[in-house]
């Protein structure tokens, strides 16, 4: 299957069977420049476990790698790179254009005219939608969601006056 760790290329860097230029590694993480980049100095965060989907990932390092990319964005951005803004990306999925099944985390930077980016159509792919369909919506998300807002956030939620 696509998802086995037999066939998995950032085991094979992980483990040393393929070679990789080693930005940044600790005991959860390593990270490093893809072969194939938006732009130069285009960064892939990996967890050292194979873990396909980010469900497959735990929670501490879905964490880590968050951290981790507030760094590598920031170094991204001193570096002599050409560098206007920065793109975060992940492919969860492929239906969502995941291409290799090992959860990854793009950080890359952006300028004008670098003729990347997602290509679409305002008025095609874009879904009307009311009021009435996204308070809808959010109440069905919300009665899935695994988290209490107020246990996570209390000293942020903003008081009713
Ligand atoms: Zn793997």
Not at 64 to 83: L, P, T
Request: glycine content about 4%.
């Amino acid at each position: 299957m696509k998802e086995d760790k037999e066939n998995c290329i950032f085991c094979d860097i992980i483990e040393g069977r393929s070679p990789v230029s080693i930005v940044y590694e600790d005991d959860k993480i390593i990270v490093f420049p893809t072969i194939e980049p938006v732009n130069a100095s285009h960064m892939l965060i990996v967890p050292k476990i194979h873990a396909p989907y980010l469900a497959d990932v735990d929670e501490e390092t879905t964490l880590h790698i968050i951290k981790i990319a507030r760094e590598v964005s920031e170094a991204i951005r001193k570096s002599k790179y050409q560098c206007e803004g920065i793109n975060w990306f992940l492919a969860d999925g492929e239906a969502a254009e995941q291409e290799v099944f090992h959860f990854h985390f793009h950080v890359y930077p952006r300028f004008k005219g670098d003729g990347f980016g997602f290509k679409y159509d305002r008025s095609k792919n874009f879904i009307r939608t009311t009021r009435q369909d996204l308070d809808y919506i959010a109440n069905e998300i919300k009665n899935l969601l695994q988290i209490n807002s107020k246990e996570h956030f209390t000293s942020n939620t903003p008081k009713k006056l």
